[in-house]
């Protein structure tokens, strides 16, 4: 079936360094891919997105490119920010299922030092 | 505009105990999703609604696990006979429909199974 593999944290940054978080994907057919970030004591939110091969998804300075080749959809961030500290989650939807669920890899820590 | 809600926010129940988890997805969405998120699985899949009906339910656990929409609006997760692994917090969402994969999350209930 179909599977979101991000890489395990926590991963802890001093402010304004670079950020890489890798996401790798299995999938039939041609999914959507996603970012959602979960800030302490908050809901998920959808970060970005990208629904074709060689899109770019960005938001608040944060951007994903969709890599078929690959099977990658890494997030990054060239200056993080105290207030970048949360989870960080990729997901698919759209692979072998047709109904929009989404499937999540197993989300990303990431703590950003002053 | 209002959010997706749920309530409550949190539950704490004794092993055997039946719970309902109640969610009130924004006005218009048609499809409603069930996530759970828990410290050993990471975020699930349960069940999908479009509309009143679920074409999906791959993601329930087992029997004792149960939703209904009415309406097209409320759904109602219900877990009977609750076990210790059903401890998790219970993630509700929607879209405006299925097939733009954009799905807005509510804050979700912490079930607590002593």
């Known amino acids: 079936g179909d599977s979101v593999t991000q890489m395990e944290g926590p991963v802890t940054l001093s402010e304004e360094a670079f950020l890489t978080i890798n996401c790798t994907y299995t999938?039939?057919?041609?999914?959507?891919l996603f970012w959602y970030v979960q800030y302490p004591g908050e809901g998920l939110q959808l970060l970005l997105k990208a629904t074709k091969a060689d899109d770019k998804g960005s938001n608040k300075g944060f951007e994903a490119t969709y890599r078929k080749e690959t099977t990658s959809f890494h997030l990054e961030k060239g200056s993080v920010q105290v207030s970048d500290s949360a989870v960080y989650f990729c997901?698919?939807?759209?692979?072998?299922?047709?109904?929009?669920?989404?499937?999540f890899g197993q989300g990303t820590t990431l703590q950003v030092k002053p | 505009g209002a959010g997706v809600s749920q309530s409550p926010s949190n539950k704490v129940t004794e092993k055997g105990k039946d719970v309902e988890l109640r969610c009130d997805p924004i006005s218009g969405h048609t499809a409603l999703y069930w996530y759970r998120q828990s410290l050993g699985q990471g975020l699930e899949f349960l069940i999908y609604?479009?509309?009143?009906?679920?074409?999906?339910k791959s993601g329930l656990p087992s029997d004792r696990f149960s939703a209904e929409r009415t309406g097209g609006s409320v759904s109602t997760l219900t877990i009977q006979r609750t076990q210790q692994e059903d401890s998790a917090v219970y993630l509700c969402?929607?879209?405006?429909?299925?097939?733009?994969?954009?799905?807005?999350f509510g804050p979700g209930t912490r079930l607590t199974v002593l």
């Open positions: 999938a039939t057919g041609y999914p959507s």
């Open positions: 609604f479009q509309g009143n009906s679920a074409p999906d």
């Open positions: 969402a929607s879209s405006l429909e299925f097939r733009t994969h954009e799905q807005f």
């Open positions: 997901a698919l939807s759209g692979g072998s299922s047709n109904t929009g669920k989404l499937i």
